[in-house]
């Protein structure tokens, strides 16, 4: 199982970033995928999943309205579109997928939103 985040960066308060998952070693398409955060200091958080179809998300409240996850099972890609971005957003982002009862996380990409 192989997870390769990327697509992160600097940016503004305010900005956007479009982070991106790439998935290998497993039938992506019939598993959730999800997407957590961990900044400095704190404990890594969930903040989007979706389901294997693509029908069903969730977000909790601290990202509700500004990202939204996506994925196209032809590519094996899982998406998170983060808009609105603000300070606190920074952190290192983590694709993790759960197979078989265990955890898979990629290697991560920095977001860090400053200006």
């Known amino acids: 199982v192989q997870l390769v985040e990327s697509g992160g960066g600097l940016v503004q308060p305010g900005g956007s970033l479009r982070l991106s998952c790439v998935a290998s070693g497993f039938t992506f398409s019939r598993y959730t995928m999800n997407w957590y955060r961990q900044a400095p200091g704190k404990e890594r958080e969930l903040v989007a999943a979706i389901g294997s179809a693509g029908s069903t998300t969730y977000y909790p409240d601290s990202v509700k309205g500004r990202f939204t996850i996506s994925r196209d099972n032809a590519k094996n890609t899982v998406l998170l579109q983060m808009n609105s971005l603000k300070p606190e957003d920074t952190a290192v982002y983590y694709c993790?997928?759960?197979?078989?009862?265990?955890?898979?996380w990629g290697k991560g990409t920095l977001v860090t939103v400053s200006s």
């Open positions: 993790k997928v759960r197979l078989g009862g265990m955890d898979y």
